[in-house]
């Protein structure tokens, strides 16, 4: 992707986004307009049902904006021809969700390699990737654990090395510490804010936990 370093690291531009129930339409997002630095790690806040989610599918392009545009370093990813946007979406973008979704009948290793064989790349060096990554989220003990052998934390751990092993530009967290107790919360944080502070990683994450805004760098609040 062709980018320009002298414009921002992601622009979201009167967004707009509807959905429809019994030919009724259901106005989610109107006219959200912000943006966000490279770095930055922004918590995204409002009630439940005022769009976060909504908001965090279309930046991470899995779903389209009725309106308005969403560029990242000037590219406006929705533009790109389909392979060209598939692979953006795969390589550009890690997501972590409340629930991991972890597949079940594979290691946490296996899980982590996943996002790197879709492209192809060589086994070996996958392997070794995704064993570096492990060892980054403190799990270096867990190499061929399945999920079911891992605590909640453990698992939501595995999510966030699966949602970094491309190396994305930007890492997507929908309440990801909303299926944890408080000690694994906290101790997801701790993990988010170091991977921030160590590899200048941008996270976005729409949260209800004040602690996570307490320690975001930014909060943006959808009324």
């Not at 259901?26 to 908001?55: C, H, Q, W, Y």
């Not at 502070?197 to 602690?211: D, E, G, L, V, Y």
């Amino acid at each position: 992707m062709k980018s320009d370093k002298n414009l921002p690291f992601l622009k979201v531009e009167s967004v707009y986004k509807s959905f429809w129930n019994n030919r009724n339409e259901i106005s989610v997002l109107r006219n959200v307009t912000f943006t966000i630095d490279e770095g930055e790690v922004v918590a995204i806040m409002g009630p439940s049902g005022i769009g976060k989610s909504t908001l965090l599918n279309l930046i991470g392009t899995l779903d389209t904006p009725d309106s308005g545009e969403i560029y990242f370093q000037g590219q406006n990813p929705f533009e790109l021809p389909e392979k060209e946007f598939a692979k953006f979406r795969n390589t550009r973008i890690g997501f972590v969700f409340q629930f991991h979704h972890l597949l079940p009948e594979f290691t946490a290793l296996e899980n982590v390699i996943i996002p790197l064989i879709i492209y192809k790349t060589d086994i070996e060096k996958a392997e070794s990737s995704a064993k570096e990554m492990l060892r980054r989220v403190g799990l270096e003990e867990r190499f061929n654990h399945r999920p079911s052998a891992l605590s909640g934390g453990e698992r939501q751990r595995v999510a966030v090395a699966r949602a970094l092993i491309n190396n994305p530009l930007v890492v997507l967290a929908d309440e990801p510490s909303g299926n944890l107790d408080l000690l694994n919360s906290k101790m997801l944080i701790d993990l988010l804010m170091e991977i921030n502070r160590n590899f200048n990683k941008t996270f976005i994450i729409a949260t209800h936990n004040p602690s996570i805004a307490e320690r975001s760098h930014r909060v943006i609040y959808l009324k």
